[in-house]
């Protein structure tokens, strides 16, 4: 079977934060987003009622879920970039992934060999048929497959080495899959 776009996505920093960024619930932010409510309007009666100490402290939990709320999906990334980074001894990982007329085939090689750690090697195959596709995110910089709802991978909008991400988009809304844009 002839591919129709081929990518080598490496999952560096940038990726792996944009990866987090679409993996998020959304009700994460919405709960935060109540809390942050909740203790703006708890700061502002103990302001009127002249209790200024809880006042500092509520407007400090504020100062705080504010950065929570607009830094999650960030912080997120960088852990598990970290994480990634521990596993791989530094490298990051690439991933070679194929288009094909009836579904997108990932392939990952990597080989680690340390002075200090043991040898490890890491061959992963995956294919996901257009059926199974549940959503494409449309990132700043990446293409985040879901399928199943559980389980998501990265296709860098860059590193098409067959095909152009503008194609690779209209083949996707030809098979029917939903691609959204996802801004946060």
Not at 3 to 17: A, C, D, G, Y
Not at 80 to 87: G, H, V
Not at 155 to 184: H, M, S, W, Y
Request: with cysteine; glycine share 4%.
């Amino acid at each position: 079977m002839e591919s129709l776009f081929e990518n080598q996505t490496t999952l560096n920093k940038l990726v792996t934060i944009e990866l987090s960024k679409a993996s998020n619930k959304p009700y994460l932010r919405i709960i935060v987003l109540f809390a942050i409510f909740v203790y703006s309007y708890s700061s502002l009666r103990f302001y009127l009622f002249g209790d200024y100490i809880n006042f500092i402290v509520y407007c400090i939990g504020v100062f705080v879920l504010l950065l929570c709320f607009f830094n999650f999906w960030k912080i997120q990334g960088i852990k598990s970039y970290k994480k990634q980074s521990n596993l791989y001894g530094n490298k990051d990982p690439q991933f070679n992934i194929v288009v094909y007329e009836d579904y997108i085939e990932l392939n990952e090689k990597n080989s680690i060999d340390d002075e200090n750690s043991l040898s490890f090697k890491s061959e992963l195959e995956t294919k996901a048929y257009h059926e199974q596709i549940t959503v494409v995110y449309k990132m700043k910089n990446v293409f985040v497959i879901v399928y199943g709802n559980k389980i998501c991978f990265p296709i860098d909008r860059t590193k098409f080495t067959t095909g152009t991400p503008e194609a690779f988009e209209q083949f996707l809304l030809k098979k029917g899959i939903k691609v959204k844009r996802k801004i946060l």
